[in-house]
């Protein structure tokens, strides 16, 4: 059992996930169509750095390379809404370096502590497999999305972010449960409505612009 200060930061992160989330829900609803507001992004990226440190004190490798795959593409999203700029300097050399910074902390004469993660009796290696397997599929989503908005040169959230959002989130429920870990159980349950939702609101609104 973990200790409750650890919990406390994962929860912290996956109540700034589900902000987003019902944020960016919200906003849809009204408007009937997926929408995208710079706080999303803003919220992603807090709760992305909280959810590395809590990966890092779980001694959880899936939950770190997960948040690893997503957080310069948060950032890169707040600058396409320009909203990046706008950050103090002194925040953004932090954010940047501070992945960095974690990797470096956790070598130990020389050599990188890989039995903290992948010696860890409390998570055999096919379930740190399955773990990895289920945040690479969910996070593949902002690479997707990435990708797509930059061809669009705006930041979009396209039908294929949702669907793979949900495969992802099944996924890592099924990891969540195996591993009895309430933070990541928690989030990913409310999620996968939100993603349910705009997978259906996407396909409306793409019908209404085939009808008009």
Request: charged share 15%; net charge positive; aromatic share 18%.
């Amino acid at each position: 059992m973990s200790p409750w200060y650890v919990y406390t930061v994962g929860f912290i992160a996956q109540i700034l996930f589900s902000g987003r989330l019902l944020l960016q829900w919200i906003l849809s609803e009204k408007h009937k169509k997926v929408l995208t507001p710079s706080l999303f992004w803003k919220f992603s990226l807090i709760a992305s750095f909280l959810l590395f440190v809590y990966g890092d004190l779980q001694d959880d490798f899936s939950i770190m390379f997960g948040q690893a795959i997503t957080y310069y593409i948060y950032i890169r999203n707040l600058q396409l809404q320009g909203e990046w700029d706008k950050m103090k300097r002194i925040f953004q050399l932090f954010i940047y370096i501070f992945p960095a910074f974690v990797v470096l902390y956790n070598y130990n004469n020389g050599t990188l502590d890989l039995q903290r993660f992948f010696g860890n009796e409390n998570i055999p290696i096919w379930l740190v497999l399955l773990g990895t397997v289920a945040q690479i599929i969910f996070n593949l989503r902002f690479l997707y999305q990435w990708i797509y908005s930059e061809r669009k040169k705006e930041s979009i959230l396209p039908l294929g972010f949702w669907i793979l959002s949900l495969i992802g989130a099944s996924l890592i429920l099924i990891y969540a449960i195996i591993r009895k870990d309430p933070v990541l159980f928690t989030g990913h349950i409310f999620g996968s409505v939100v993603y349910v939702r705009n997978i259906i609101l996407s396909q409306k609104s793409k019908r209404q612009l085939n009808e008009t």
